[in-house]
């Protein structure tokens, strides 16, 4: 059985940083691709950042610049380094993981595999 753990949450005022990490295991091989997405209070759920297997990266266009996603492939652990927080950060922050063959959709019926969320709370 699969199981995605989220860690390094928090409370953050506007432009601090913080690093989320998510660590997978049951994994048969290795996900193609992992994401990182959040809901905010009163909103759907959104993507934010996804890696690839071969390291290509995707971002949401209200994370571009502050916002870098990386992986351990050896531990499988996808990390979220994030700088710069608004308070329009504030939101579940959760991990999620698909198999391939595409990296490159935010559509969330793709991904099979979610972990419970890390709260992440940017205080203006």
């Known amino acids: 059985q699969v199981h995605l753990v989220e860690s390094g949450g928090g409370s953050v005022q506007a432009g601090g940083s913080l690093r989320l990490s998510c660590g997978v295991s049951?994994?048969?091989?290795?996900?193609?691709?992992m994401g990182w997405f959040r809901r905010a209070p009163g909103k759907e759920r959104e993507g934010v950042a996804l890696?690839?297997?071969?390291?290509?990266?995707i971002y949401a266009d209200s994370v571009k610049g502050r916002f870098n996603i990386s992986k351990d492939n050896d531990k499988i652990i996808v990390y979220l380094q994030m700088s710069r927080l608004q308070f329009e950060d504030t939101a579940m922050y959760y991990c999620?993981?698909?198999?391939?063959?595409?990296?490159?959709?935010?559509?969330?019926?793709?991904?099979?595999?979610w972990g419970q969320g890390t709260q992440v709370t940017v205080s203006s």
């Open positions: 999620a993981a698909r198999d391939g063959p595409s990296c490159r959709s935010w559509y969330l019926g793709r991904f099979p595999y």
């Open positions: 049951g994994y048969k091989y290795k996900p193609y691709c």
């Open positions: 890696i690839a297997m071969d390291a290509n990266t």
